[in-house]
Every structure is written in structure tokens, then in C-alpha cells.
């Protein structure tokens, strides 16, 4: 027979170092194993929110998305669901604010300014080929004339001749974007009233040299077949690496354009709103595209209520006065030419 004695000796042991330590979250969600300490997704939260809460900044979702690319099943930034475990620190890494800080001895320590972290950016390589769109079509500065080669596509590398718009001087090195006729878009609400003159780009032309008054240029980007009497305007100074910012609060607006006669967008492609600098719309900020449905509870008329629904999300890549292009960086299911763009609902 085992001794009493060495029964109440091993269950005490159990109490005191169970088999698996931490293994339920506390009051905060913080769940700690071995390896790091995590938080449980609750109902409504967001990586927005959870990066506030434990980092003291939304703007830190982008690296709490990266550490958890494995952990975040739909591999989106934006949707994240209760019940999932994202690491929010290594167990060797400092704990984490919510956490009682151990409290050092007092050292003698030299004051340092600390610099401030860069803020989170995105990245969209073609940016250049982002067009734009004005309540007029653009003034050009020159046009397309032809190949200085008899062909029938002009691409990169090739040289042409240009013409300058009367009293202009194009100068040697300036870089021209090449644009077609502008596109007339209309507004989504008032079919006979004009949102303004789309310009889609084609490519980037450097002035190289005149020679016999003639203007000559080099085509260093081809994005699109171009033509004769294709215009030229001053190229825009545009980043690929756009700082995020925080969108404006109550804005509402739709889609009213896409790239090259494009009225239905999936996650990569271009389009443009009804949103621009009188707004408050800047690049690098993000707003939320909405799908509005019908709900009659009762059959009556009077009882039809419109319920709004979040599917994706675009990313402002360039604002004009009244417009703005944009980037779907992420879609549920594909928009089109009116879908409603709003402010995040945070």
C-alpha cells in the first residue's frame, strides 16, 4: 500500500507545477506558453485595435499581420476572427506593457534622443502608370509626332520626335509622361453631369537632344501601345514607397472609374473615386468599400431598411482636386463602377 504520507506529497506537487503552465488566457487575453506570450481574438476586434492596445499605436498592425502571416488563416490584414491566437512577443523579448514590468536598479545613464521608428509604408511599384483625373483635360505640353524609326509600336528604348505646344521649351533631361485622349467619366448619380477627364498614362519620355528644330525625346517606359498626337505633361513626383495615414473620418463617395474602360475590380486593380483634395483624401490612406443590402423584416414598404456591409478595402495612391486612384489591396468579392467607398468604421 502506497504511504498517505507520499499521496498527499504528489498532489500537492500537481497544484503546484501543473503539466501545462498557461494554458488559459488571463482576464486581458494574454495566453502565455513557453514560447511567447499571445492574445486570443475576441467578437469585434481588429488588428487595428489589438496593435493600439499592446503597442500604444494602430500604425503597428502591418508588423503584427507579418509575425502572424502563418497564425492569420485568411491571410489578410483586415479580417481577423474570434478564437485566433496571434504572438504578440518572443519569451526572451521584453514583456509586453500589460504585463508587470520587473523594476531594474537605478543606473547612471547617458541621455540619449531617441529617433522615432519610420512609419508603416506600402508599396506599389508601377506607380507611374497611376492615371488621373481633372475636372478639365490637362494642358499638354507637347505631343507624340512618331518614331525617328519607321515602325508601327512604339516601346521602350525607342527615340521620337516630338512636338512642343506653342511657346513651350521642353528642356534637355525632362521627363514627360505620355497620356491619350482623356476619358470623359461620368458621375454615378447624374448620368448627364461630367466627374471629370480621365488621363490614362502610357509611358515616360526623357528629352535627349533638338536637333534641325526638331524635339527629341527617348521612350524609358512603355506601359501601353502609343500613338500620334498622344499628349505629353510634366511628370508627377510620385514615391512607390507611400507612408500610410490615417483616412478622414465620415467620408462618403463611390467608384466611378476604372483603368482603361475597366468596370469590375478584384484585389491589384486601379480605380478611381469621387473623393479627392477637397475632401481631405491624401495618398497612403485606406477606405472601405461597401455593399449595400435591402432587408424587409415585415413586407411593408415602410419597413425596408438598407443594412452596409464591408467587402474590401482600397489604398489612395494619388488625389487630384476632386478625384483620387486607387489601389484594391483587398475584395471579398469584386466591385464595380458605383460601389459605395467610406471611411473604416472603427
Do not use: C
Not at 510634366?234 to 467620408?251: D, F, K, T, Y
Amino acid at each position: 500500500m502506497i504511504p498517505r504520507s507520499l499521496v498527499y506529497t504528489i498532489l500537492a506537487l500537481i497544484l503546484i507545477f501543473p503539466s501545462k503552465p498557461f494554458a488559459n488566457p488571463d482576464d486581458s487575453g494574454i495566453l502565455k506558453l513557453e514560447d511567447g506570450f499571445y492574445y486570443i481574438v475576441k467578437k469585434g476586434d481588429t488588428l487595428w485595435d489589438v496593435s493600439a492596445k499592446f503597442f500604444n499605436t494602430p500604425w503597428y498592425w502591418p508588423g503584427l499581420w507579418s509575425e502572424n502571416d502563418v497564425a492569420i488563416s485568411s491571410q489578410n490584414p483586415h479580417w481577423i476572427y474570434p478564437g485566433q491566437k496571434l504572438r504578440l512577443a518572443l519569451r526572451e523579448e521584453a514583456p509586453l506593457p500589460l504585463l508587470p514590468p520587473a523594476i531594474p536598479e537605478p543606473k547612471p545613464v547617458a541621455i540619449v534622443e531617441a529617433t522615432p521608428p519610420p512609419p508603416p509604408s506600402f508599396t506599389f511599384s508601377p506607380i507611374h502608370k497611376v492615371g488621373f483625373i481633372t475636372p478639365q483635360p490637362a494642358d499638354p505640353s507637347g505631343h507624340l509626332l512618331s518614331a525617328t524609326e519607321a515602325k508601327e509600336m512604339i516601346s521602350s528604348g525607342d527615340r521620337v520626335y516630338i512636338q512642343p505646344a506653342q511657346g513651350r521649351l521642353l528642356p534637355i533631361a525632362g521627363r514627360y509622361i505620355v497620356y491619350g485622349k482623356p476619358e470623359r467619366v461620368q458621375d454615378p448619380d447624374h448620368r448627364r453631369k461630367s466627374a471629370g477627364f480621365l488621363h490614362h498614362i502610357s509611358g515616360i519620355i526623357e528629352i535627349t537632344e533638338y536637333r534641325n528644330d526638331l524635339t527629341i525625346g527617348n521612350v524609358t517606359h512603355a506601359f501601353r501601345p502609343m500613338q500620334a498626337r498622344d499628349g505629353l505633361f510634366p511628370i508627377p513626383q510620385r514615391n512607390p514607397q507611400i507612408p500610410m495615414r490615417p483616412p478622414v473620418s465620415g467620408l462618403e463617395g463611390k467608384i466611378i472609374a476604372g483603368d482603361l474602360g475597366q468596370v469590375m475590380f478584384a484585389e491589384g486593380d486601379l480605380l478611381y473615386i469621387n473623393l479627392g483634395e477637397k475632401d481631405g483624401v491624401l495618398p497612403g490612406q485606406e477606405y472601405h468599400l461597401i455593399e449595400e443590402k435591402e432587408i424587409n423584416p415585415t413586407g411593408a414598404k415602410k419597413d425596408i431598411r438598407k443594412d452596409r456591409i464591408p467587402f474590401g478595402a482600397i489604398f489612395i495612391l494619388d488625389v487630384r482636386e476632386q478625384a483620387s486612384a486607387a489601389v484594391v489591396i483587398d475584395s471579398r468579392k469584386d466591385a464595380r463602377l458605383g460601389t459605395l467607398v467610406i471611411s473604416p468604421q472603427r
